[in-house]
């Protein structure tokens, strides 16, 4: 009979490369075991400060009110510093925890966590890009300004992206006007972004710095509901919210509105500078849209009643792509030769009306006999209990301004601003930040009102400006 060397063979074979296996099992085993056990001390390691902070900002309301009376005093500089460190880092890092929870889906998914991207956002540097501003005012402004007591007022929607550098350049802004000597109001309403958890931060900055404020979020429990001609209700009842505080018009020398403009604190000093030295009521800077084309078109009227465009050029320009297309001319009759070349220039002057998305305005307008708020137009035949779309409540404001003798409202055209940081960078300009504004030519006031003014109804958009008596809106 035959052995069977093979079959032992074989199995020797079979045992060794078992125990080879079994060597290599084990080893692997450890190397998981201890793998595991150091990726679960890193993952509990402590928080950093600004994920401590956007965790407790995930855990609170969308909606809250917030004020403070505390004025001056010394700025704390390491808690303003840390709450503007998570200001820049405030959607990375939300973005993380988001991804972080997504995995925490059962023990096999939470330790192989770490092995993620989502650990590369653990230390957050900003994502956010910020408008390249002076990192200081110069001193004339200071010199000039800083005993003026300024109330800010500021309606939010939707404005993650804009909150970063409306937060810093406010700073900037009160530093220099003096924490004490400045009121800040915000009413937010119907946003689903980061808005809510970037006016929590706001409020914490203000803190820091020793500025008085109040702060309305809303969130979605309020929605715009500007539909069936309610756009200019709704947006006058948000607007006198903001102006709730200003209880004592007395205590402020002038009424500063921010809409949600990207913009630089240099810009807002000029035009304070500006409505302070030319003795104007109201003065506005200018916001641009694409193509450098201005974009409050509808408000902005000049002294013989006429819009800064030919609404047929505008008709026609937004008709197609504007991708290749010229802008429209800008004051394009030649009775406004004078106002253009100024314009030009950036030169301030006198226009019948303007907002323009920041503007100023002296605070005695707000108190009696003024008394000073926004509202819908007076002249519209069709409106029911006051619901009319056929005037913007910014242009209201100017005409409530002339109707009671305080006509001197100004354009400062070296203040550009933009609902959008790449056209805000396109089309600022080294004039906005020239100290030689100083010797800007006097404004020679008028007195009198145009006796019409051409007026464009928002629920036609494309219907022919019509002439109306001034006063009747």
Excluded at 31 to 48: E, G, M, N
Excluded at 73 to 94: M, P, W
Excluded at 349 to 359: A, R
Aim: proline fraction near 7%; aromatic fraction near 10%; charged fraction near 20%.
């Amino acid at each position: 009979m035959l052995p069977l060397p093979a079959y032992t063979s074989s199995s020797s074979a079979f045992k060794r490369r078992c125990r080879v296996s079994y060597v290599h099992l084990l080893t692997a085993t450890a190397l998981f075991v201890l793998s595991a056990y150091t990726l679960l001390l890193f993952s509990s390691r402590t928080p950093t400060h600004i994920q401590q902070q956007v965790q407790h900002l995930r855990s609170l309301p969308s909606d809250f009110v917030q004020s403070s009376n505390r004025k001056g005093g010394a700025i704390d500089e390491d808690s303003l510093a840390k709450t503007l460190a998570t200001v820049d880092g405030l959607r990375a890092e939300f973005n993380r925890q988001e991804r972080e929870q997504e995995t925490e889906k059962g023990w096999a998914n939470w330790m192989l966590a770490p092995f993620s991207i989502t650990r590369d956002a653990l230390v957050v540097s900003s994502t956010h890009a910020y408008p390249t501003c002076p990192t200081s005012a110069d001193p004339h402004y200071s010199s000039s300004l800083y005993y003026k007591r300024v109330f800010i007022a500021i309606n939010l929607l939707q404005n993650e992206e804009l909150m970063p550098t409306l937060t810093r350049e406010l700073v900037a802004l009160i530093r220099v006007l003096g924490p004490d000597r400045v009121f800040v109001s915000i009413y937010e309403n119907a946003s689903m972004d980061l808005t809510i958890m970037h006016l929590r931060l706001l409020c914490q900055v203000l803190e820091s710095l020793g500025t008085p404020y109040k702060v309305i979020a809303k969130g979605l429990t309020e929605l715009q509901q500007k539909e069936n001609g309610h756009r200019i209700s709704r947006l006058s009842a948000v607007r006198n919210a903001a102006l709730e505080p200003l209880s004592n018009p007395s205590e402020f020398d002038t009424v500063l509105w921010l809409n949600d403009i990207f913009h630089c604190h240099t810009d807002v000093l000029e035009l304070l500078l500006q409505k302070q030295q030319q003795g104007a009521v109201q003065a506005c800077g200018i916001d641009y849209g694409p193509k450098g084309l201005i974009y409050d078109r509808w408000v902005m009227r000049n002294m013989r009643g006429m819009p800064f465009y030919n609404q047929s050029d505008l008709v026609e320009f937004f008709s197609s792509d504007i991708t290749y297309k010229p802008r429209p001319e800008v004051l394009p009759f030649p009775e406004d030769t004078l106002d253009k070349a100024a314009l030009e220039r950036g030169e301030p002057f006198q226009v019948f009306s303007c907002w323009n998305g920041v503007t100023a305005f002296s605070a005695s307008a707000f108190a009696p006999p003024t008394s000073l708020r926004f509202r819908t137009a007076l002249n519209d035949p069709n409106s029911k209990d006051g619901v009319t779309d056929k005037a913007s409540e910014c242009y209201l404001s100017s005409v409530d301004l002339w109707k009671h003798g305080m006509g001197r409202v100004m354009l400062v055209p070296r203040v550009k601003v933009a609902y959008s940081l790449d056209i805000y960078e396109w089309d600022r300009t080294p004039a906005g930040y020239d100290p030689t504004v100083v010797t800007t030519p006097r404004i020679n006031w008028k007195t009198a009102p145009p006796k019409q003014v051409w007026m464009h109804n928002f629920a036609a958009w494309y219907a022919p400006e019509v002439p109306e008596p001034w006063d009747e809106a």
